[in-house]
């Protein structure tokens, strides 16, 4: 018999939920309540906890507060359905890496070292009008980073594993590479994208162009990133290894932005994620199908 | 007898207007050469020269790179008609606004800084859904600005001089203003706009507010500011006294970003400079009404 339970990380229930069993950071409750559990949401990014997966007995369905889901794969016990949050983080994502693209082309990284100091540098920088970028991977994050860099007229280009309608295929990627100003990377990690940015790929890219990571850290093989620094610029909101140990080249590589992966971690979060939790809940319990479902049992 | 030559600095120099006098910064043609101007771009940011214009003695028209027209004023000659350059940098300003924004919001500034010691530091930051925004000035860089942070999700709420469609007048300031998580400033500077963020001010907003400045520094009482930090944050792209000296209070003032005014300059600057000085040069020579005409003789 499925556990009836709904088993939520303190911050993430949602409001009209009385009836869940909240947990706090790395603390798995006792084996009776987990064995009443059905529906798992695993933690956030700073205490992921895939592995209490295998520990609820009568597990049903797991909703991930993430979008991307490969760390959650190897735990996930046969007959169970994981669900990603989809709709969750795609704003708030396409904010930082738009974010991060205009402080790296307009110096405001080098301008908030440069306050420690005092200095006053005026540099003239890059706009966004009329460059082209490429971006790979044409789920949401991709689509929604491509429609906030049109607006600021940007020539986006989306790149999905197959050519649709305003969506070229992977094969075009040595076509369209070499014309980009900036390289967006916003695909989930699968056996196909692990490593693709490698040696070869860079390669295709322009002098001075801009590749800009907000997918998953080894996407990019991180030593064939540095052998084309300076060459090309980067913005790492993942890196390989994560997180980055004080001392790793990439930290002092010229042209490159890093930030902590908070790509989707904003206030609209956890108002977000309740929301899909609280709804995906209620399907579960009336028998509905699910939404974001990226296994099926 | 008005002059017809055209006098221009190099790098802003109109491809296919081979008959103009190019100069370099700082250096004022001799005085046969002066005498033939009627139409003079004074030099941009880095080196500004509208102490020229007295000097040239038949001088009809003169076109400013910048939108900002404060500084010429005080040497406009009687019966010279003064253009700004609006269109040119709207774009760029509101990318460099939006940018900061977010990179305040999303510690992009910290994390650039941590960089330096391989600071892994994640933390949680502030998305533009949902957020309201304030926009002081409803001219070209404001609409734009306003658009852009539309795009994202955020309320834009622009304020005028005067109330029309889509745009508050500044009387209702004080009712905006509290309801504010950002409010930029986007006013050209005049005696109406000048040292206009002061105490009073600064007390309408509320805690946790970003102020963000792409105006002209003495829109801002410094001091007034300073006192207001931490309660409220500032990104500000132009200071009061500009350039900023070392050691001044604001480059160490928590929650606050500076960059040493960028907004305008990129590399569309140049680009969009040089057509509108062509268009604008072939409209007086064939007598037709100029553009962008901030004050008429």
Do not use: K
């Not at 009836?4 to 993430?12: I, R, W």
């Not at 909703?63 to 704003?91: I, K, M, R």
């Not at 990284?109 to 706009?127: I, K, P, Q, Y």
């Amino acid at each position: 018999m499925p556990g009836e339970a709904v088993l939520v990380p303190d911050f993430l229930a949602p409001e009209g939920l009385a009836d869940c069993v909240r947990y706090r950071s790395g603390e798995l409750p006792d084996e009776a309540t987990c064995s009443t559990v059905g529906f798992f949401v695993p933690d956030y990014i700073d205490a992921p906890n895939p592995e209490w997966m295998p520990e609820l007995a009568n597990l049903e369905v797991v909703q991930l507060p993430t979008v991307g889901f490969d760390s959650a794969l190897p735990y996930l016990p046969v007959g169970v359905t994981l669900c990603n949050a989809a709709g969750v983080h795609e704003q708030s994502t396409a904010e930082l890496a738009v974010g991060s693209i205009i402080a790296r082309w307009r110096g405001i990284d080098r301008a908030a070292r440069d306050m420690a100091t005092g200095r006053w540098d005026h540099r003239r920088g890059r706009s966004l009008q009329e460059a082209t970028a490429v971006i790979v991977g044409a789920g949401g994050v991709g689509t929604r980073i491509a429609t906030a860099l049109a607006a600021f007229g940007c020539r986006p280009r989306l790149v999905g594993r197959t050519a649709r309608d305003g969506v070229l295929g992977a094969a075009q990627l040595p076509t369209v590479l070499p014309e980009a100003d900036i390289v967006v990377l916003a695909v989930p990690l699968t056996p196909d994208t692990e490593r693709m940015v490698d040696r070869e790929f860079l390669s295709m890219l322009r002098d001075g162009a801009l590749l800009v990571n907000v997918a998953r850290g080894s996407v990019i093989v991180t030593e064939d990133l540095l052998a084309e620094i300076p060459r090309i610029e980067a913005v790492l909101d993942v890196v390989d290894p994560e997180p980055l140990p004080p001392g790793h080249p990439l930290w002092s590589a010229p042209g490159v932005l890093i930030t902590p992966h908070i790509g989707g971690d904003t206030d609209a979060f956890p108002r977000l994620a309740r929301e899909l939790i609280g709804a995906q809940v209620q399907r579960w319990r009336r028998g509905e199908p699910l939404r974001n479902i990226v296994r099926a049992p």
